[in-house]
Structure formats: structure tokens, C-alpha cells
């Protein structure tokens, strides 16, 4: 597609509640990156994925947060028994990697899923 | 470890001051070197990038110059406008791509 495109945009749930967002990145853009945004603050690394496969999962901050990207293109973050503190923006962005390529190693954002734990 | 520090804010200026967002980084190696800018309401876009010592990124009038010896990516725009008022983001490259905390810029009339 022409931009990263994440869903939901809004989500509201219970506490203890399951969650997937979704994310469907830039045709032909091999890297995924999740970050997490709570007001005010930057971008918080969760899991960068290269392919199919997860090549950074040391943000996510503990094992109720799981995410997947099977064919190598869309990735799910999911998000088991959700506490009110998982309550934030979930940003998904993705890049192409190389050398001396314009436009490479650059990421673009999706405009998030916005995560809300009652 | 690694890491990027920006200057807190939040900053208020007048339409057409001057701007100085300071950013500083830690690194093993050469990352490349990034300011992201979020207007309100919408996502994070890319503002300008440099992936070498001394490469200057420049756009829409701001400009980043890479000091490897100061470690250093500051941003800077001559006269700012109101229609630049966003939260502005340092970030460099990496597995993670580091971001720092923002600073919320608000430009009046």
C-alpha cells in the first residue's frame, strides 16, 4: 500500500481482556518495527521484525505482549489479560534496508492504534 | 548503552525566532542520525536525516548538522512559523532505532 496502515486506530477494553492490533506495512518494506507512546513521552522499542522473524524482542516488556508476522509482510501485536497500565499509542513502522539506496534504512510510521484499558 | 538525549521542553516562541533543539547521542559505531516531527493529531513523519560525520539534513527550513566530535544532532530553524508548533523527535539508527523523549514546540503569533 502507499503508507503504513494500523488497525484499530481506537480501542477500548476491560482489564484482563485480550487485544490484537494489527499492522500492514509499505509493500516490499522487509523491516517491522512496534513501538509503544504514552503521553509525552518518545517512541518505546517493543520488537523489530526482519522477515518472518523476530530479530529484536527485548522491549517487549514481559510475556503477556506477543507479536507475529508469518508471511514476512503484516505483523499482529497481541496483548494478553491487558492491565490499565498497557493503556497507550501502539506505533507500527516499517523500512527497507540497504545500502546506498535512497530511502533506505528510513522508517515510516502508521498513525497507531490508540490502546485503552478500563 | 546506547541512547539519544534531547533537550526537554516544552518551548514557546514567537513566529519567526529563532530555534535550537539540542540532541546528543550515544553509540557504538557510525548509527545514522534523524529528527521525526508529530503535529498534533497525526503521525510520526520523517523531518530530515543525516548518515554521516558532518552530512547537514536540511527540510522545510530546518536543518541538523552530524558532529561525530560533539556526538551531537541539534536542529535548528532561522524563523520559525505557527504552523510548525509539533513535538519534535531525535532518533538514531540502530536494531531499535532510539528515540529521545520529544519537545513539544509552540509557536504564537
Known amino acids: 500500500g502507499a503508507g503504513v496502515s494500523q488497525t484499530p486506530s481506537n480501542k477500548v477494553t476491560e482489564k484482563g481482556k485480550y487485544v490484537e492490533l494489527r499492522c500492514d506495512p509499505i509493500s516490499g518494506h522487509t523491516a517491522l518495527y512496534w513501538y509503544r507512546q504514552s503521553l509525552g513521552q518518545g517512541p518505546e522499542f517493543l520488537i523489530y521484525?526482519?522477515?518472518?522473524?523476530?530479530?529484536?524482542d527485548s522491549g517487549l516488556p514481559n510475556d503477556r505482549f506477543f507479536a507475529v508476522r508469518p508471511e514476512g509482510s503484516v505483523s499482529t501485536l497481541k496483548i494478553q489479560r491487558t492491565e490499565r497500565g498497557d493503556s497507550a499509542v501502539y506505533l507500527c513502522?516499517?523500512?527497507?534496508?540497504?545500502?546506498?539506496?535512497?530511502?533506505?534504512?528510513?522508517?515510516?510510521f502508521g498513525a497507531g492504534s490508540r490502546l485503552t484499558v478500563l | 548503552g546506547d541512547s539519544v538525549t534531547q533537550m526537554e521542553g516544552p518551548v514557546t516562541l514567537s513566529e519567526e525566532a529563532f530555534l535550537t533543539i539540542n540532541c546528543t547521542y550515544t553509540?557504538?559505531?557510525?548509527?545514522?542520525l534523524f529528527w521525526y516531527v508529530q503535529y498534533p493529531g497525526e503521525g510520526l513523519q520523517l523531518l530530515l536525516k543525516?548518515?554521516?560525520?558532518?552530512d547537514k539534513g536540511s527540510n522545510k527550513g530546518f536543518e541538523a548538522t552530524y558532529r561525530k566530535e560533539t556526538t551531537s544532532f541539534h536542529l535548528e530553524k532561522g524563523s520559525v512559523q505557527v504552523s510548525d508548533s509539533a513535538v519534535y523527535f531525535c532518533a538514531r539508527s540502530g536494531n531499535q532505532f532510539y528515540f529521545g523523549t520529544g519537545t513539544s514546540l509552540t509557536v504564537i503569533p
Open positions: 513502522a516499517s523500512s527497507f534496508m540497504g545500502q546506498g539506496v535512497r530511502g533506505a534504512n528510513v522508517l515510516t
Open positions: 521484525f526482519q522477515g518472518t522473524g523476530a530479530a529484536d
Open positions: 553509540a557504538t559505531g557510525y548509527p545514522s
Open positions: 543525516a548518515t554521516k560525520a558532518d
